[in-house]
């Protein structure tokens, strides 16, 4: 298990050279999938406390000093591209390969949508809040956990959650299958053994005046149906959600601190672009699956009732996104100014459009963009995980957000379009504001002798055309070291004494690099300072 343990740090940790390992790279770099998981018999199921997690998250995150002074550590979990492999994480799909409008559309899977052929067992149910919800059994014995909207906002949360499973699903994250569904009272029946959960948490036998009372905070359609959002339960032996701190310690493959991978710092700008506010770890779950005959923990997302303009039971809070819902300086200056400082997105106009909520674009700043509160994972993200993030969002074109969008099927015809042109521009917001960040060069390979690559920014209308130098080294893959090779600046693969050769790249800011490694014309590896 150690020799595993030690080729798995060596494999996907971005930080190879030094003490870590003299071998920089290996043969089977880059790495596109992490090796088979190591079996995983039991694991332990646990629950996180939503008020303990927003106290230690606000007040005593683990990497304080890190957090308080912007000095993250390098991101973990990526492949000597600076790429995030596949993993029971994260799989590689939009921005690493084409995916067609069907793909998109299809998200997670459409194969597991409730039978309607005859009544759905209610097994319990719970009447808390505004948007109460039921837990049931179609009659194939599948299990499903139904969602409503609030009364004054058909639509709007149910929409989110279907949208967001496959917008998440696109960009890399295990996320359940959700369905849109429309039912009525009569098709919901009980069973001796369905429970109730009342508002204090006490459970009891439930009833028919339960459901009652329940489908009463509901909307109706004209047609005398509810709606409900339908969640496919995830498959596996569920363990309660993941942090985004530390690992499992009953998990010998999650040896990777959360609050360094990549996939879940970069999760940030993910968030920002979907205005996702409530991004925390209780909406989150591990699942012990098996495949292949292995026996694994896989790490899921899901919850997105709080998705864009919705937060769940009501409209989003004009704050959300914004600030985080516990900060000091704004309360100071709300204090000192007597109420008068009103920043730009508190004065934003929103379209009156209740199956969106409050969504906007024009007051979006990717970069001071807030979640409910703080996320170490988020706050420790480095300029190479929101380049990393902002590729996949940019690979989103207008027609996959609508088409997504259409898949909330959402009754009021402006809905698609207000949240696509908020979606749209938020992305192109994002791709400004990140690859500003870095020198965005990517797609490098070598064809005809010359090393080429496209320019992000340039592609995507965010810069003018410019110039770029190169310096090549021959480099020592035993060592690290490097030594230029003299008249090699053009882009022009030139001969080498060592099978490694690395060519530093600059435009016009000096501290923006990109090293690119090459073991004979494969591209194996790439560095970028900021």
Known sequence: MAQIRKYLLISICTVLAGPLAAQRFFPDDPLWREPPPINVEKARAREINDYFDFFQSTFFPPDKKEIEHHQPGPSEAVNTLGEVPDSAWFTNRIGARSMSIEELVRGPGVDHAPATDKNWIVVSAKNEGVTPGLVVRDSANRKYFLKFDPKSNPDMATASDVVAAKFYYAL?????????????????????????????????????????????????????????????????????????????????????????????????????????????????????????????????????????????????????????????????????????????????????????????????????????????????????????????????????????????????????????????????????????????????????????????????????????????????NGTSRRTPIAGAESFDVPPSPEPYLAAVIQANDPRKTVTVYLRGEQVVGIDRSW
């Not at 359940?176 to 959960?197: A, D, W």
């Not at 149906?225 to 596996?236: D, H, K, L, Q, V």
């Not at 791709?431 to 500003?436: E, K, L, T």
């Not at 340039?458 to 055309?465: D, L, P, S, T, W």
């Open 172 to 476: 890399g994250y295990n996320a359940p299958e959700n369905y849109i569904v429309y039912f009525r009272r009569e098709q919901l029946s009980l069973s001796e053994k369905s429970t109730f959960k009342d508002a204090m948490g006490h459970k009891r036998p439930m009833t028919a005046r339960d459901i009652d009372d329940i489908l009463a905070k509901l909307p109706r359609g004209r047609d005398g149906r509810y709606r409900g959002m339908a969640s496919f339960t995830i498959p596996g032996d569920l363990l309660g959600p993941f942090r985004y701190t530390g690992t499992r310690s009953d998990d010998p493959n999650d040896i990777v601190a959360h609050e360094n991978r990549r996939d879940l710092r970069g999760l940030y700008v993910f968030c920002a672009w979907l205005n996702h506010t409530d991004a925390k770890s209780i909406n989150s779950m591990d699942s012990l699956v098996e495949e292949n005959g292995v026996r694994f923990v896989k790490h899921y997302l899901l919850d997105f009732g709080d998705l864009m303009g919705s937060d769940s039971d009501e409209p989003k809070d004009v704050i959300r996104g914004h600030e985080y819902v516990f900060q000091v300086k704004p309360i100071v200056a709300q204090l000192a100014t007597f109420g008068f400082y009103a920043p730009a997105w508190m004065r934003a106009d929103f379209p009156h459009i209740p199956a969106i909520g409050n969504f906007d674009y024009r007051t979006f700043d990717p970069e001071q963009w807030h979640s409910n509160y703080q996320n170490t994972a988020f706050e420790l993200r480095t300029p190479g995980d929101t380049y990393w993030a902002a590729k996949k969002v940019m690979a989103f074109g207008d027609d996959a957000i609508r088409a997504i969008l259409k898949t909330g099927q959402y009754e009021d015809g402006r809905a698609v379009e207000w949240a696509a042109r908020c979606l749209i521009e938020r992305r192109n917001r994002i791709g400004r504001a990140f690859f500003h960040d870095v020198l965005p060069l990517d797609h490098f390979a070598v064809r005809d002798g010359k090393l080429v690559f496209d320019d992000l920014a340039v592609k995507y209308g965010f810069e003018g055309a410019r110039s770029y130098s190169v310096q090549w080294v021959a480099f020592d």
